[in-house]
């Protein structure tokens, strides 16, 4: 049930204009050979095609028509899988090029459960904050090994973390948790506030707001260091994240977040 309510949820992803013109099936020029790539979301197009939102290595996140892919006897169709490696061929200068061929270079198990919803969380932050055409090879490789991290049962929670933090830096909204907004050491017994893009502020400079999410600069600290081994630092992180990400989402919903909170109730 818990796969079904993910896939079903997936479907709200936001998509692009469906009624833009289809690019032409020709190639006609940028083309890219082999690319290395994940399938982030798809979509139907037309009668018979599909769009897919892909996150790559070395052209960041495309937007591709596969056409014909809906059909039963397209090669394409049972390639174009989430959280499954692949190698795309595509051409075109449109915002949607054409995908001319997949290549699974599959292996890997499926993921259920708990990392299965914890892979979409990562798809749909990728599909909202991530912009098209922009190379993040980094992030590229620390999509990977969240992947993997979570195949091989690693503590969800620090995956995430871990996995916001660096988006966060590749877009330029790196977090300053060493030092405050002014330049000086966090110290470990004091209390903050975080506010974004000032910084951590020591709490009696704001008088409690309560919209901001207050940290113990050990805390602040330790997520530094990526240093989870004290239980109360992975709340204060969570709620870190949670607002700094909801700032630059601009008020766009996070549908995977709820599917999170279903799954951790008793």
Known sequence: MIEAGVRARARHFPEPDVNAPAPSPRPRGNLREAEPGYVLHTYAFKETSLVAELFTRNAGRVGLV???ARRPT?????ALMAFQPLLLTWSGKSELKVLHRVEWQG???????LPLVCGFYLNELLLKLLPRDDAHETLFDGYEQALEALREGAHAALVLRRFE????SELGYGLSLASDARGAPIAAEREYVYVVERGAVPAEQLGGDPV????RGSA???IAHDDYSDPAVMPQARGLMRYILNHYLGGRELYTRQLLREMQQP
């Open 220 to 222: 602040l600290l330790a």
């Open 107 to 113: 292996g890997l198990a499926q993921m259920a459960g």
């Open 212 to 215: 901001l999410p207050a940290l």
């Open 165 to 168: 933090r660096l988006l966060l």
């Open 74 to 78: 397209s090669a394409m169709r049972g």
């Open 66 to 68: 596969a056409k014909g």
